[in-house]
């Protein structure tokens, strides 16, 4: 405030001359301030002498002046000298403390800058800009061999410190800060079909701003997480693989028609290749998913490590929002492939993680409270952990089934003598979806149970009595998904638990029921099979974010007992290709949309897209 004014050319009087003749009425000098504000060629100087000024008389920036503060606040500091930015923000701090008004406007100004500015690239006469074209494709090229002025001089990093900065300011002199910052997020946060530049950038900020304030952790996750989400259920894992496969055999192709004298055909290729060497998604929406994958997976990372040592406190807060969000948006999510992983990755740090969402998987399962739809998607949620999580010991599985089975065995009697002891998914949908779980989890970990003690963990398995439950009215194996069922049954008559084929054969023998469509036209058969894509730990396809999963992944091995291939249908075999990981695979049908939850509109690393592949960003060590 004792600085001296810079010597700069301007018009008027000062801003507290000036304010005062528009009290009275004049107002050539209040327009003229408002023009010279506006000047897009603002020297620092000028800006400097301006906040000075506004500083001194801030007390009298009512509401009446609106305006004039709107264009204050649109002044470009970002970027400027330190001199520039150090006034600015404490303008910002000394406007908040005395005009709690203007709160809203500031926070505004603040998130507005969370994304890059647009980039336009002039190609063959026409402008294409990187922010709202939805067709990645047609930019790659471009994007990856151009760097904005700002990425150049690595001002986007410094830019983003200084809006954080000043946040954290005003959420110091605005307790209230946080309930006013909330509902400015979600409605600037960027259309999904938005560059995966312009994404990452604002989820990146979104998450800095969770880690200086706590209290807005779990809405900021819900508010990713349920964009992310729509990203999911709108790409499905069949449709990122085939493109991706596609790319594959292109360059391939291409490579062996480069062996010859001429290439005639320069147009073959349909579907824009990824740059060799890179992990980038050839799969527009994979490609944006798998970017804030990585952003969202080094959040969780940073949160729960402190100097490399876990945190265990920060680590129990952070499941606690995940869990939350995990219930309110994901556990009714159909048909997502890779959000959920978010969980399956934190929950490897501990084992105490693990066996908390087990734990909490297998209260929603038996809770009758709960709607049907959510205690089957928590019985699939908790078969495909088990099968899936390779950090989860044996005992930790057993005490799982120690729980899973002896519900199955209490249900059995509650329903086999009455008159509901027929195969109905309707009626008994949790039932099923946990006889699923349980024969899912032992076709993964069946040889674990046995190895080392063969006599110990057959006389565990022979205990389950799996026999009574595949032999009951209810029926589990005629809707189980048949992949399923013919592995469990190869499985367990080679262990001689349980002979599941003279059922199978029984229930294939029944011709389902064919129905006519209420609307007319062909007929449609009524065997939809709700089970059928309840493996929400599928393989994991996204390339860069995979490489923090593949360690904790169990992958499926294909039984190597001649025994057991003896046995298993000719239709499973189809589905174990060399270079399939997953048994399932080509068996489950793919399904779009979300169930409990619609998808409406489907609405980068902080550098430039040829940084994919740096370093994961340390949210936590972000000094101001």
């Known amino acids: 405030m004792n600085t001296p004014p810079l010597k700069t050319v301007r018009f008027g009087g000062n801003v507290v001359a000036t304010l005062a003749k528009f009290k009275q009425g004049d107002t050539s000098d209040y327009e003229l301030l408002k023009h010279q504000l506006a000047d897009p060629d603002i020297k620092d100087a000028q800006i400097i002498n301006w906040l000075q000024e506004f500083r001194n008389c801030v007390t009298q920036l009512s509401k009446d002046h609106e305006q004039l503060i709107y264009l204050v606040l649109r002044l470009p500091w970002l970027g400027r000298s330190p001199a520039v930015v150090e006034e600015y923000l404490a303008f910002l701090s000394n406007l908040v403390s005395a005009q709690t008004v203007y709160l809203r406007a500031c926070l505004k100004m603040v998130v507005s800058n969370f994304t890059p500015k647009r980039v336009k690239i002039c190609e063959g006469g026409v402008d294409i800009s990187d922010s709202d074209d939805d067709d990645e494709r047609k930019l790659g090229t471009l994007l990856k061999s151009l760097k904005s002025e700002d990425d150049k001089r690595g001002d986007l990093p410094i830019n983003f ?37 312009t994404l990452e950038c604002y989820v990146h900020n979104l998450l800095r701003v969770a880690v200086y304030i706590p209290s807005l952790q779990r809405h900021v996750l819900e508010l990713i997480i349920s964009r992310m989400l729509k990203l999911d259920v709108s790409a499905s894992r069949g449709e990122i693989e085939e493109v991706e496969n596609a790319v594959q055999q292109q360059e391939m192709k291409g490579e062996q028609e480069e062996e010859g004298l001429f290439d005639m055909d320069e147009d073959v290729c349909s579907v824009k290749s990824s740059p060799a060497g890179t992990n980038v998604m050839v799969h527009p929406v994979a490609e944006r998913l798998d970017t804030l994958m990585v952003v969202l997976l080094a959040f969780i990372k940073d949160m729960c490590h402190v100097n490399g040592c876990l945190d ?38 501990r084992l105490a993680l693990a066996e908390a969402f087990l734990e909490h998987l297998w209260r929603l399962l038996q809770s009758p409270s709960h709607p049907a739809v959510l205690r089957q998607s928590a019985a699939g949620y908790m078969g495909s952990f088990l099968a899936r999580a390779n950090f989860l ?53 069946h040889r ?38 013919n592995m469990f049954a190869a499985i367990t008559r080679k262990y001689q638990l349980v002979f599941c084929y003279t059922i199978i054969e029984r229930n294939s023998r029944h011709v389902l029921p064919v129905v006519r469509s209420s609307v007319g036209g062909d007929c449609v058969s009524t065997n939809t099979n709700p089970l059928d894509s309840f493996f929400p730990f599928d393989p994991y396809v996204l390339k860069r974010s995979s490489k923090l999963i593949e360690p904790l992944y169990q992958v499926w091995e294909e039984p190597a007992d001649t025994e057991v291939e003896t046995f298993t249908t000719k ?52 000094p101001f």
């Not at 005490?399 to 009455?418: E, K, M, N, R």
């Open 312 to 349: 265990v406190e920060q680590t129990k807060d952070l499941y606690k929002d995940l869990v939350c969000v995990f219930d309110k948006l994901i556990l009714p999510t159909h048909a997502s492939c890779h959000v959920q992983y978010a969980l399956f990755y934190l929950c490897s740090f």
């Open 393 to 445: 010991p044996v005992a930790t599985v057993c005490a799982c089934l120690d729980l899973l089975v002896p519900w199955l065995h209490l249900y059995i009697d509650s329903q086999d003598s009455g008159s509901r002891a027929y195969c109905d998914i309707m009626l008994h949908g949790p039932f099923y979806n946990a006889c699923q779980a349980v024969f899912y989890t032992l076709i993964f970990r």
């Open 161 to 197: 410190d200084q809006c954080h900065q000043a946040l954290q300011l005003i959420a110091r002199y605005v307790p209230s800060t946080s309930r006013f910052l909330m509902p400015i997020l979600t409605e600037n946060f960027p259309f999904v079909q938005k560059s995966s530049r």
């Open 571 to 622: 239709r499973v075999r189809q589905c174990s290709d060399a270079d399939e990981d997953d048994f399932l695979r080509g068996e489950t049908p793919e399904t779009k949309g979300v169930m409990g939850m619609t998808p409406g509109s489907y609405e980068s690393h902080l550098h430039s897209p040829s940084s994919v592949g740096s370093p994961p960003i340390a949210f936590l060590q972000r």
């Open 448 to 485: 674990s149970i046995l190895e080392g003690d063969m006599k110990k963990g057959l006389a565990y398995l022979q205990g389950l009595n799996l026999e009574r439950i595949v032999m009951c009215q209810l029926n589990p194996l005629k809707v189980c998904l048949p992949a399923v069922t």
